[in-house]
């Protein structure tokens, strides 16, 4: 009974020896100053690997636990960051959501996630609400804020922006070419024969709704074709809107051998309308997408679509609110669209 006694007694005193472990003692093992292993934990710091490495070994060998607080208090940060999407649940945005906290986590900072709705007061809102936690910098995944507004925001703090072409002092802005994905997904469908392709708009007050509509256009004119007004139906990138498009397709009558939607879950949407009047994907109708989320390589058949490199934004969002924090100018951009076909497309009857 002594002996467990003595073996608890030890323990206690080791969890206390622990938490004396502090920053000076951290740097003394390193062999570097006091300030440089903060500048190393803030993610601030331009040091060498060597010692960097150094520093992080002396951290794990005393067990030092930094206190996030502390260390935001004394370098005049909260190491947070605000992160406004449109709609927390929606597959898309929750994979750059993923890739924003994945690589904010690796240098210590924290997201703080809320959602503007696609509304303008609501995305305004959010963002009084997030600089008064005083978070170090904030990060606008799309959005419907005027860039005037954003430039504002970012002479007070760092701001990076995703789906814009934006320039100004303080702030990073990402855009992805959907003008060529959207021309990519209309050729595929071009070059497997179809002349009559439907395209299911996203909603006209996205940027990227525009441009990818106007990719549709552009390859139909590359390949000697009119555009058929007909045979584009609005939709709100909503799995249900790309139902009742094709619904109203079916109902006015137009002949068509495949659908180009303009994001995946209007495809989905469209399937399932597909489906319901007896026509098969993609003997009956060729289906394409847009965006390549988790669930298009899973439908029944798999969805023919365009690769937007979701989670791959969200980290290089990230990272280029690092370097603005850290002083720096991103230079990081997105790679370019590319189209991955499956069988949801096959060539046009008769070919």
Not at 29 to 54: E, Y
Not at 106 to 130: K, T
Request: hydrophobic share 45%; aromatic share 6%; glycine share 8%.
């Amino acid at each position: 009974m002594k002996k467990s006694i003595d073996v608890k007694a030890g323990r206690r005193a080791a969890f206390k020896d622990e938490g004396k472990v502090t920053l000076d003692m951290v740097a003394a093992a390193a062999g570097v100053s006091p300030s440089t292993v903060s500048r190393i934990l803030n993610g601030t710091a331009t040091v060498s690997d060597d010692k960097r490495k150094t520093v992080d070994e002396a951290i794990a060998r005393l067990g030092f636990v930094p206190n996030p607080v502390a260390r935001g208090l004394a370098g005049g940060r909260t190491l947070s960051v605000g992160v406004i999407t449109q709609t927390i649940d929606s597959p898309f945005f929750g994979s750059a959501l993923r890739g924003v906290e994945d690589e904010l986590s690796r240098a210590g900072y924290s997201p703080l996630f809320v959602s503007g709705h696609w509304n303008v007061a609501q995305e305004a809102r959010c963002i009084d609400m997030l600089r008064s936690r005083r978070v170090d910098g904030i990060i606008v995944l799309n959005g419907r804020l005027p860039d005037a507004a954003l430039t504002a925001h970012a002479l007070q703090l760092p701001v990076v922006v995703t789906g814009r072409a934006l320039k100004a002092a303080g702030l990073y802005a990402l855009n992805f070419d959907d003008f060529e994905g959207a021309r990519l997904a209309t050729h595929h469908l071009l070059s497997l024969g179809h002349r009559r392709i439907a395209f299911i708009a996203g909603d006209p007050r996205h940027p990227d709704a525009k441009e990818r509509q106007r990719g549709y256009r552009a390859a139909l004119q590359a390949a000697g074709l009119p555009l058929e007004q007909d045979l584009v139906v609005p939709g709100q990138y909503t799995e249900d809107s790309g139902r009742m498009a094709v619904e109203r397709l079916l109902d006015s009558r137009e002949s068509f051998t495949a659908i180009f939607a303009a994001n995946d879950q209007m495809a989905f949407g469209a399937a399932l309308a597909l489906h319901r009047r007896h026509l098969r994907v993609p003997d009956d109708v060729s289906l394409v997408g847009y965006d390549d989320i988790a669930g298009a390589s899973y439908s029944v058949p798999p969805l023919s679509t365009v690769h937007h490199p979701v989670y791959e934004l969200g980290q290089i969002a990230a990272a280029a609110m690092l370097q603005l924090l850290a002083g720096e100018t991103p230079t990081a951009r997105l790679p370019a669209p590319r189209f991955i076909a499956r069988e949801s497309s096959r060539a046009a009857p008769g070919r």
